[in-house]
């Protein structure tokens, strides 16, 4: 009997008997043993006669039968409603029949009967059905009857609000305008024209789950953007005084790495900083940033930023590789020439167009149809509310069509088609009614990359696509660097010290890179594989475990941490130099002064 929709417990299963009826509840019904096991509840039968519903010359009762412990009623609707709390068997209900039928209710009933009611002592209105006499209607407070079926309903059949108000099986909306079923609060869809269905105290429904999530987002963003923009700055300005093509091809990727860095930064500093001020006010704003321009713009700079690092990094794997091998060869690096340049700028060039190419790819209308996530509409038109998706259209379409060929196509039907019949659906008072398109950036408000997709997904193809690419990018990443760990030692090749301290700090970019997204590409194929749910791990892996390494990769390849340890090597030999010296003061000087003076003598003086 619990739950969720209306239509399945408005009513309790009815026999027709000699004298009445006879109502049953589904745990008390033969043939379902296991759910009366289930339930672990007795049965009871009872003839449910409301005081209000003793009248003279009653011949039609009802029966019930149901569990002799109290259940939680606010999942039950209607007659199933009514009797169970009138019967007391709700623990957290109340009988909704509070008022009696007297002579001048029920208004808009006909062919009624006066009789006295035995319990009240007053007039009552009875009417016939089937040659019985009964009144067992709930009054509302404009002297309209409606059936027990009809009460706690979730619909305003009274016109006033009376059959719902005081139901506890319900969400009635901020405006006024419906109720819900209590489980369809706070479940992420959209029912109420006000939103206050979603975005009310008790859902607490924020776009960034956790505060820490964003903070740290924040402070890794501003850090990102501050270290990646220096080290931009100070690697252009050595990139002309390089003499030797080895240095400059390693300084040139260090470079890009470091402008896939700043993209990501921008990324995280405009995400936190638009939550932030929009605040717990974000919910009612969640709509229309993930279906606008700015969330598009971020979501690419962001994939833009990913990918230019992770081929990067490939590029440098093998480079080093490479040179590896040359040196071993007793190849010296030759030094810069026009053409190298040529051929770097041409290689990043193609690297950046590639990357950018990749991430906007899912915004070319031709493709709509696998990458939209839904439609959105303006607010004025209350039929479409929140983010319409094809299923959710397509129930509006049979409503309103009927067995149109269209309504039977199912998820077929291309968004372009959708958009056209939407369009004929409103009079020419409208302007042509058109929905945003919520693009493949916009399904979740941190507007990353959709890589938690599942088998059925229109866009598991491309996703996987691009996340194979990562996954090769991050393999021959691991080969180079093993094969080169295994040349060196069995070199003795010797290297400058510049080399090898630029040599480490790739080495390290790459391993952090790695360390990074590994583990994301793992969760990717667990959650595509429907082996683990790592949704909850989404906006975790977006804000704070994919970008760390726009902030450590600056760190690394930058001198941040050779002038670190400088420091704290001259600040401990400072403070050894302080301890070791006597301390000083005017009487020890003088003492010292006169003990270094010469001895004074006659011929001295004279």
Not at 55 to 69: E, I
Not at 143 to 161: A, H, M, N, S
Not at 191 to 209: F, G, I
Not at 343 to 366: F, H, N, Q
Request: net charge neutral.
């Amino acid at each position: 009997m619990a739950k969720s929709r209306p239509q399945i417990t408005r009513k309790l299963l009815e026999m027709r008997t000699g004298v009445g009826k006879t109502l049953r509840s589904a745990v008390c019904v033969k043939g379902l043993e296991n759910l009366l096991l289930l339930a672990d509840q007795s049965c009871q039968s009872l003839t449910f006669d409301h005081p209000f519903h003793q009248f003279f010359g009653k011949n039609f009762t009802t029966d019930l039968v149901l569990p002799t412990n109290k259940l939680d009623c606010r999942y039950l609707f209607g007659e199933a409603y009514v009797f169970y709390s009138c019967s007391g068997l709700c623990h957290n209900t109340q009988c909704p029949l509070k008022r009696p039928v007297l002579h001048n209710t029920c208004s808009n009933l006909r062919n009624t009967f006066y009789s006295l009611n035995l319990q009240l002592g007053s007039v009552t209105t009875v009417q016939t059905s089937r040659e019985r006499f009964h009144n067992d209607w709930f009054v509302c407070n404009n002297t309209k009857c409606i059936q027990f079926e009809k009460v706690c309903d979730l619909v305003d059949d009274c016109l006033d609000r009376s059959d719902e108000e005081e139901c506890v099986n319900n969400f009635q909306c901020a405006d006024k305008s419906g109720f819900l079923a209590l489980s369809q609060k706070c479940d992420g869809t959209i029912d109420c024209k006000d939103l206050s269905d979603e975005c009310n105290e008790s859902c607490r429904r924020k776009a960034v789950k956790s505060n820490y999530i964003l903070g740290i987002a924040f402070v890794m963003g501003g850090a990102g953007f501050a270290l990646a923009t220096g080290s931009l700055i100070k690697g252009f300005k050595k990139i002309n005084k390089v003499e030797k093509s080895g240095q400059l091809i390693n300084l040139t990727m260090v470079l890009m790495i470091s402008f896939g860095d700043l993209l990501t930064s921008i990324y995280l500093l405009t995400l936190t900083i638009i939550h932030r001020i929009h605040g717990s006010g974000f919910c009612e704003y969640q709509i229309e940033w993930i279906s606008g321009v700015p969330c598009t713009i971020i979501g690419v700079l962001n994939s833009t930023g990913s990918s230019i690092s992770s081929i990067v990094m490939a590029l440098v794997s093998c480079f080093r590789l490479h040179g590896t091998v040359k040196a071993l060869r007793y190849r010296r690096s030759s030094n810069v020439t026009l053409m190298l340049k040529i051929k770097l700028g041409e290689l990043l060039g193609g690297v950046t167009l590639l990357s950018l190419a990749m991430a906007t790819l899912p915004l070319v209308d031709a493709f709509d149809d696998w990458f939209v996530n839904g439609l959105v509409f303006d607010k004025g038109i209350k039929l479409f509310l929140g983010v319409m998706e094809k299923s959710q259209l397509l129930s509006i379409f049979r409503e309103y069509h009927g067995s149109h060929e269209i309504t039977k196509s199912g998820n077929t039907v291309s968004w372009n088609t959708f958009q056209e019949m939407i369009s004929e659906m409103f009079s020419q008072d409208y302007d042509p009614v058109r929905g945003k398109k919520l693009s493949f950036y916009g399904n979740d408000p941190v507007c990353m990359f959709k890589a938690f997709v599942l088998p059925d997904d229109p866009q598991v193809v491309y996703v996987w696509f691009y996340l194979i690419v990562y996954f090769l990018c991050f393999v021959c990443v691991a080969v180079c660097h093993m094969a080169i760990a295994i040349l060196s030692k069995r070199s003795q090749v010797q290297r400058s010290t510049t080399s090898n301290s630029l040599n480490r700090k790739v080495s390290l970019i790459c391993l952090t890179d790695f360390c990074c997204w590994m583990p994301f590409l793992i969760c990717c194929a667990l959650h595509t594989a429907e082996i683990m749910d790592m949704s909850p791990w989404y906006q975790i892996f977006s804000l704070n475990i994919l970008p760390l390494n726009s902030v450590l990769n600056p760190v690394l390849y930058s001198d941040i941490l050779t002038t670190v340890r400088i420091y704290f090597q001259n600040y401990q030999i400072f403070r050894f130099a302080t301890k070791a010296a006597p301390e000083v003061t005017p009487e020890t000087a003088l003492e010292t002064a006169l003990e270094a003076a010469p001895e004074a003598t006659p011929e001295a003086c004279s």
